[in-house]
């Protein structure tokens, strides 16, 4: 594979490029202008009053349920049946323009589902993100697949193709995609390297419903996805999960792990039409409820991502002007989400101040934040304990992209409705913060 540039130097000069020599100098040095004067107010953590006076409550309220839902609960109650998740598959794929989709009753069940209709040798490897979620993973040992973590870019907190490549064997044949905190993978590069390397890709984009690169949705790059629809997701359905499928031989051989009831409805060349009445097993399918609450969300999906990112985007283009504070990298040509939290990183050397010391600033001043630190998959007790795997995941020696994340990360609240006040009190704290941070050196 051609050598790239590194993130951090793609990211320097994406940074120079958009702030300009103004914001450059800022960066580099000093304070902002309204900082200056700012910095006679006294710090709430030295006696000062507080930014952000305005009340929060209920500001970070979610999942968000109308009337609509409501009422179609009601007449599901009065009378049941599944209608509504044939419905809500239907929607789905009609939104993401794929040929194959079958809800879940959670996130997990439906990546393990795209998992087993891989139908991989044992001991085939699967690179995926040391900084994402165990759920696509731990499944791994059902069907002898090996887990191979790689580091991220600390930047973006997503999969480092670098270091993937470094990873390779003779015994790689997928890689895992985790679209984390609503910015998703960089799928162009990842559906490069992996037609380079002979490899299937798959996607987890339980994190980041909606989100595009080169304006195609996330869910259609991969060979297949798996979406979660958790109470906390972008999409919520209190429980549920959603996968998506290119190839009709993986959507049977999906379904049939955990849908006993379907392959009657498969074609009659089907090689799993056989298995009508038992499948192999298992019974995964998403609740009528959750496809009712799933299909209304689903339909002010893009609404709410637009209001959530406009709102953000207010917030973190003021307070990224000041020095050593940055957002998640956001290459060209992706179209990111917000949920659950606002992540930014705070790099002690150029912000003049420590992380620790910046945060408790900041929460004097009323403001809502706490460092990130996210525990890395390969510490989990079950990635190393062989009991439980007929081949053992495979372990990293170091994760600097991971380490780095973890040192300078904090999170700030997502905002689910929409809160002037609050956007414009949290600035001005994080402007009084650092117009003040010599004396918190």
């Not at 993401?96 to 989709?101: E, Q």
């Not at 945060?359 to 190393?384: C, K, M, R, S």
């Not at 795997?389 to 904090?410: E, K, S, Y």
Request: charged share 20%; aromatic share 10%; net charge negative.
């Amino acid at each position: 594979m051609e050598k790239k540039h590194t993130h951090t130097e793609a990211t320097r000069r994406d940074f120079l490029k958009t702030t300009g020599a103004l914001g450059a100098g800022l960066y580099l040095g000093g304070a902002m202008t309204s900082g200056n004067a700012q910095a006679a107010e006294a710090l709430a953590l030295k006696g000062g009053a507080k930014a952000v006076t305005a009340s929060a409550e209920g500001s970070t309220r979610w999942p968000i349920y109308g009337s609509e839902e409501i009422e179609a609960v009601t007449a599901l109650l009065k009378d049941p049946g599944y209608g509504p998740i044939a419905e809500f598959e239907e929607a789905w794929k009609v939104f993401h323009d794929c040929p194959f989709t079958k809800a879940h009753f959670n996130g997990t069940s439906a990546l393990t589902s795209m998992l087993f209709a891989l139908d991989l040798p044992a001991g085939s490897e699967v690179l995926v993100a040391n900084y994402s979620t165990w759920f696509p993973v731990v499944p791994m040992r059902f069907f002898d697949l090996v887990p191979v973590f790689v580091d991220v870019n600390p930047y973006t907190m997503n999969l480092d193709l670098e270091d993937c490549a470094k990873r390779l064997t003779g015994k790689t044949r997928a890689i895992l995609a985790v679209h984390w905190f609503g910015l998703p993978c960089e799928m162009d590069d990842i559906t490069a390297f992996a037609k380079e390397h002979d490899l299937i890709v798959l996607e987890d984009a339980s994190h980041a419903h909606g989100a595009k690169v080169n304006g195609v949705r996330i869910g259609n790059w991969g060979r297949m996805a798996g979406f979660s629809l958790q109470g906390s997701k972008p999409l919520p359905a209190i429980e549920g999960g959603m996968a998506m499928y290119k190839d009709r031989g993986d959507f049977e051989r999906a379904v049939t792990y955990g849908n006993y009831e379907l392959p009657n409805t498969f074609p009659d060349d089907s090689p799993y039409r056989k298995y009508q009445g038992t499948a192999f097993g298992s019974k995964l399918r998403i609740h009528p409820v959750a496809a009712i609450l799933g299909k209304f969300q689903l339909e002010k999906l893009e609404e709410r991502n637009a209001a959530g990112k406009a709102q953000m985007k207010k917030l973190n283009d003021r307070i990224t002007q000041l020095p050593g504070l940055t957002t998640q990298y956001v290459r060209e040509g992706i179209e990111r989400v917000f949920y659950s939290k606002n992540m930014l990183f705070i790099d002690d050397a150029k912000a003049g101040m420590s992380r620790e010391n910046a945060i408790a600033a900041l929460q004097a001043e009323g403001v809502d934040v706490t460092a990130f630190t996210w525990t890395l998959l390969h510490t989990y007790p079950i990635f190393g304990e062989s009991k439980y795997w007929r081949q053992m995941p495979v372990l990293p020696d170091a994760v600097p992209g991971c380490d780095q994340a973890n040192r300078q990360a904090i999170q700030l609240p997502y905002w689910t409705s929409d809160q002037p006040e609050l956007v414009e009190q949290y600035g001005d704290a994080f402007e009084k913060v650092w117009a003040n941070r010599k004396s918190l050196a």
